[in-house]
T-cell receptor
Framework: DAGVTQSPTHLIKTRGQHVTLRCSPI?????VSWYQQVLGQGPQFIFQ???????GRGNFPDRFSARQFPNYSSELNVNALLLGDSALYLC?????????????FGPGTRLTVT | RKEVEQDPGPFNVPEGATVAFNCTYS??????FFWYRQDCRKEPKLLMS???SGNEDGRFTAQLNRASQYISLLIRDSKLSDSATYLC??????????FGSGTRLLVRP
């Protein structure tokens, strides 16, 4: 069975640009979460979506937005990129609606902002 | 104060050694805890859940001490393949995982 997939694998952008990252959850999983992992730190929670609705948001600026589609895949959008946005962006999926803490991570998208 | 704190290490141990990591959390309302393992430049992978009664999975044992708000992971008979970063996780709500910065383990031959 396919695990969580993310695209692209790597991305290089310039300050001020916009980026869209994509995630497909494990088949049958309806919940998707996004995390940012800066080098040397643990992942930081950005968003969680369940059944196309935002269930939670971390402490990130409004430049970060996301959505979930009817097939449960998800996009993370970041506008007006800053150098500090360079990080590994991880998507995680889970099956349980109320106890979505058993999360399975995709390989991530490594974003470099120059 | 960070919500979840870990000693960054690295812990450098010989094969066969027993090594233990601790992690402290600040939110006394946290109900669930996990250990994840992350290999270099890879995604985190769930290692095990942590229960008040303790949880053992082969060479790995996890413990939770609610009174002192810390979590531990014990690895017995270390293997070269155990070399990785171990992330302590507190569940703040039904969906939000709070990760520590990780403890790096190096197992040498």
């Amino acid at each position: 069975d396919a695990g969580v997939t993310q695209s692209p694998t790597h991305l290089i952008k310039t300050r001020g640009q916009h980026v869209t990252l994509r995630c497909s959850p494990i088949s049958g999983h309806k919940s998707v979460s996004w995390y940012q992992q800066v080098l040397g730190q643990g992942p930081q929670f950005i968003f969680q979506y369940y059944e196309k609705e935002e269930r939670g948001r971390g402490n990130f600026p409004d430049r970060f937005s996301a959505r979930q589609f009817p097939n449960y895949s998800s996009e993370l959008n970041v506008n007006a990129l800053l150098l500090g946005d360079s990080a590994l962006y991880l998507c995680a999926s889970s099956s349980a609606p109320l106890n979505s803490y058993e999360q399975y991570f995709g390989p991530g998208t490594r974003l470099t902002v120059t | 104060r960070k919500e979840v704190e870990q000693d960054p290490g690295p812990f450098n141990v010989p094969e066969g050694a027993t090594v233990a990591f601790n992690c402290t959390y600040s939110n006394s309302a946290s109900q669930s805890f996990f250990w994840y393992r992350q290999d270099c430049r890879k995604e985190p992978k769930l290692l095990m859940s942590v229960y008040s009664s303790g949880n053992e999975d082969g060479r790995f044992t996890a413990q939770l001490n609610r009174a002192s708000q810390y979590i531990s992971l014990l690895i017995r008979d270390s293997k070269l393949s155990d070399s990785a970063t171990y992330l302590c996780v507190s569940v703040e709500s039904s969906y939000k995982l709070i990760f520590g910065s990780g403890t790096r383990l190096l197992v040498r031959p």
